[in-house]
């Protein structure tokens, strides 16, 4: 049994304080000290309420499934991106001089590990792959992906 979990339904949590939840295996703490007016302003890059220099790409927003939840999307207090000025933004880092940098999250794992199945599969479809990657769908309220024929 592992100590490690997705946070259930709400995905944002890790981004978060206190920061260490059960999906946070190893972050990286910024203060106002640190590399000033770069890393530690992650929120001033990557939000609309300071010089907000880095949004995301519209074509970006396009790839999402239609069926993602709404806080996927933009809306609500505990979503991950919010729309300003016309703009798709992070909701990732908020502080503006402080924040918490997850280097590596749980869902991140269980991604690499359905990656790895998925590739050592040599084109057919691995079934505890699509599983896994059906656990991040389900946490996100997308439908799940049912495994296909093999590729040819």
Do not use: C
Not at 6 to 11: D, E, K, V, Y
Not at 43 to 71: C, E, K, W
Not at 123 to 131: L, Q
Request: proline content about 5%.
């Amino acid at each position: 049994m592992s100590k490690y979990a997705l946070n259930a339904n709400n995905p944002i949590a890790v981004f978060r304080p206190p920061y260490t939840t059960t999906e946070s295996i190893f972050s990286v703490a910024m203060s106002g000290a640190d590399n000033p007016n770069t890393n530690n302003s992650l929120g001033q890059h990557y939000g609309p309420r300071a010089r907000g220099d880095i949004s995301i790409s519209t074509d970006f927003i396009n790839l999402m499934d239609t069926t993602v939840d709404r806080r996927y999307r933009g809306f609500g207090g505990d979503s991950l991106m919010e729309i300003s000025n016309k703009a798709y933004w992070t909701r990732k880092y908020t502080g503006l001089t402080t924040d918490f940098v997850p280097a590596l999250r749980y869902a991140e794992v269980i991604l690499s590990k359905a990656e790895a199945l998925a590739k050592l599969a040599n084109g057919t479809v691995d079934a505890n792959a699509v599983s896994l990657v059906n656990q991040i769908r389900t946490r996100a309220n997308a439908a799940p992906i049912a495994p296909s024929r093999s590729r040819t």
